[in-house]
């Protein structure tokens, strides 16, 4: 590999992420272009990896968190030696089926750590991943666990907010293994930097507590000693590494035009010419891609040494590392589970449902307390997340395990991301429901990366009262059901809550939102079957007496209104009965046959949710009666809104006896 000289190696990439670009007729070149220095010295020099078995637990993370420059890291899979990673694939970037799309996306190409494209996500979530590699050191030992997350970073990354929120966690946490490569080329879409933005983000990072310097991004002694003096610190570092933007075009180099367009074919062909490339499409010199080879393989004695170290674990801890890194839950966690069910059954709970969730929360922290990661974004004491036992996590106290985000919502739910990513712990984030709207787009990701995070969301509705509109999110079920794989609970008493916990707990496949009110509620369910309706999305919860001439559905605290509104119909004589809908939109995944077992052929079909329609007419039809929210609230008990909104009882009764014959 030395033989190679480093200009040529950093070529390869800027030659390839060309040549994809302008086959596709699509993407950004100039990232690649201006960063393939920096991504050499770190792939060849100092990054804990092997392209033969890139999924191995102790190796260095890299995050592309500008992940519109996508094409370095396809080029670095390709040249270091990643066996999904081949030139036909490099070929067709952001064809259909290529394991090469428009932005890196882990589910998809083996070797992506993390979904990257929506800036800011990247840098974010990797805060996640380095503070999951701190508190699983600080549990396994470093022999086991003692690894970096590196990030490259652009501009854009660092004007989004949720930056701002992740520099902040990092440095209070003293996260000094997350290295931050700043591709500082002052150049975005719309031209210069400068014209938006004059912030200096040496004096930012350093403010934030983090270890911040200024170098030259071409230079590969600078970058190297650079790295060296960050792996050194105590801190976090941020590296801010001036480039250029299409590095090696002779009219587009530091130029918005090299940012997000094919160079195209007189400029590509000047490029070549200028940085000694080979004019031929997609080809590197046999001994640059030896040496790169060998650099992909430079990881594989690290990589069989924590091997052994790993086996010389005893087999109880060796079997609980892995089990937790597979996101498996211990036996202990059903077990304990169905106890608190049965304890229910017993001794009802009547209590608002962030209370009854604090309540499982006991339960659930006693069966897996070290894997089982919880935090709030400085609402602790009103989400109700917080284990009895559980100690706070601080620099000093990494074994804790719960964590005080601070009122950082987009932050949190990012860095959730992050530690599902690096496996080892089942991570949930509390705020208020109507705050979603702050982390929505790291909750967007999280559902498509498939990473099965949980968020205790409480205050659900009008109920939370007197704090008002601001606060009362009448909009925000019907938006988080809209995303794709994003599941949304809304448990109507505290036997509901525990199957619901179960089922998010054990759904490592995609997120789940638990949405509780801040009122209390009865305890409804008198029965917990093993197969756990909730599972169903909803399910009979009052039988009609009769054949029924009414079904009356509803989520959360409105199930209540629903059974007193049965009782008021039986007196009337008219039959009816009650189904609780817990998951609308995992009532709507059912198969056929069961969704029209469960919503039944009652002529009059009424919803009742303390929020707006959207999405119920799947379930009561264009002409069915709803029972809830067609605007904003207002500030006031929560009785009188309810009243005031007409969400009652005596409302859902008049609305069905206008409707029957």
């Keep these: 590999m030395a033989q190679v000289d480093h200009s040529r190696m950093a070529n390869a990439i800027r030659g390839l992420a060309m040549d994809a670009v302008e086959k596709a007729k699509s993407g950004h070149p100039g990232l690649p272009m201006g960063a393939a220095d920096i991504a050499t010295v770190l792939f060849t020099q100092f990054l804990k990896f092997d392209a033969a078995e890139p999924d191995w637990p102790d190796r260095d993370r890299f995050v592309l968190s500008a992940g519109h420059g996508s094409m370095l890291l396809y080029a670095l899979l390709y040249l270091t030696g990643n066996k999904d990673m081949t030139l036909d694939q490099l070929k067709h970037f952001r064809q259909l089926g290529s394991l090469t799309p428009g932005h890196p996306e882990n589910f998809h190409t083996r070797g992506v750590e993390t979904t990257t494209g929506p800036l800011g996500q990247g840098i974010a979530t990797a805060v996640g991943m380095a503070l999951a590699e701190k508190m699983l050191a600080a549990e396994f030992g470093k022999k086991i666990v003692n690894h970096h997350t590196y990030v490259l970073a652009s501009d854009g990354d660092l004007m989004e907010g949720v930056s701002q929120e992740a520099i902040a966690m990092a440095g209070h946490w003293k996260l000094n293994k997350l290295i931050v490569l700043y591709d500082d080329n002052g150049i975005s879409i719309d031209g210069p930097t400068s014209i938006a933005d004059s912030v200096d983000q040496i004096k930012r990072f350093k403010s934030a507590g983090w270890q911040a310097e200024r170098i030259d991004g071409h230079e590969q002694e600078a970058i190297a000693a650079a790295i060296a003096r960050a792996q050194r610190s105590n801190k976090p570092s941020l590296i801010a590494c001036r480039t250029t933007i299409g590095y090696g075009a002779p009219h587009k180099a530091g130029t918005a035009k090299a940012h997000g367009e094919p160079l195209g074919a007189d400029e590509l062909k000047g490029a070549k010419q200028k940085l000694g490339i080979a004019q031929d499409a997609f080809s590197v010199p046999d001994d640059v891609l030896k040496a790169w080879r060998e650099a992909g393989g430079r990881g594989a004695a690290a990589r069989k040494e924590w091997e052994a170290r790993h086996a010389e674990l005893g087999s109880r801890k060796r079997a609980e590392f892995e089990r937790r890194l597979r996101h498996e839950r211990p036996a202990s966690l059903a077990k304990a589970l169905k106890a608190h069910k049965k304890s229910l059954l017993e001794n009802p709970l009547n209590a608002a449902t962030r209370k009854s969730s604090e309540a499982v929360i006991e339960a659930i922290a006693a069966a897996m307390p070290m894997e089982f990661l919880a935090g709030s974004a400085d609402l602790t004491g009103s989400n109700n997340n917080k284990a009895k036992s559980a100690v706070a996590f601080s620099a000093r106290t990494p074994k804790g395990r719960f964590i005080h985000y601070g009122i950082r919502e987009h932050g949190m739910a990012a860095a959730m991301n992050g530690i599902?990513?690096?496996?080892?712990?089942?991570?949930?984030?509390?705020?208020?429901?109507?705050?979603?709207?702050?982390a929505r787009p790291a909750m967007r990701l999280?559902?498509?990366?498939?990473?099965?995070?949980?968020?205790?969301?409480?205050?659900?509705?009008?109920?939370?009262?007197?704090?008002?509109?601001?606060?009362?999110?009448?909009?925000h079920l019907a938006a988080l059901r809209a995303i794709p794989n994003m599941r949304v609970f809304r448990p109507c008493d505290a036997v509901e809550v525990a199957e619901c916990w179960e089922l998010a707990l054990n759904r490592t496949s995609g997120p789940t939102v638990l949405a509780l009110s801040r009122q209390n509620l009865p305890q409804l369910r008198s029965t917990a079957p093993s197969d756990n309706p909730c599972g169903h999305g909803a399910y009979e919860l009052v039988a009609a007496d009769g054949d029924a001439k009414v079904s009356l559905f509803a989520s959360g605290s409105e199930v209540e209104i629903a059974v007193a509104a049965q009782k008021q119909l039986a007196e009337r004589g008219i039959a009816s009965r009650v189904v609780s809908v817990p998951s609308l939109e995992l009532l709507l995944a059912q198969p056929q046959e069961k969704q029209k077992a469960i919503i039944g052929k009652a002529p009059v079909k009424v919803a009742i949710e303390a929020a707006m329609r959207w999405?119920?007419?799947?379930?009561?039809?264009?002409?069915?009666?709803?029972?809830?929210?067609?605007?904003?609230?207002?500030?006031?008990?929560?009785k009188e809104l309810f009243r005031h909104f007409g969400i009652t009882a005596e409302a859902t009764v008049n609305a069905v006896l206008k409707r029957l014959p």
């Design 420 to 438: 599902f990513l690096h496996g080892g712990f089942a991570p949930n984030g509390a705020t208020f429901l109507v705050f979603t709207d702050y």
């Design 446 to 475: 999280a559902a498509l990366m498939g990473a099965g995070v949980v968020y205790v969301m409480t205050h659900d509705s009008i109920g939370l009262g007197e704090d008002g509109p601001t606060h009362q999110p009448v909009e």
């Design 615 to 638: 999405g119920w007419d799947a379930v009561i039809g264009h002409d069915g009666v709803f029972i809830g929210m067609h605007g904003f609230g207002a500030s006031a008990p929560a």
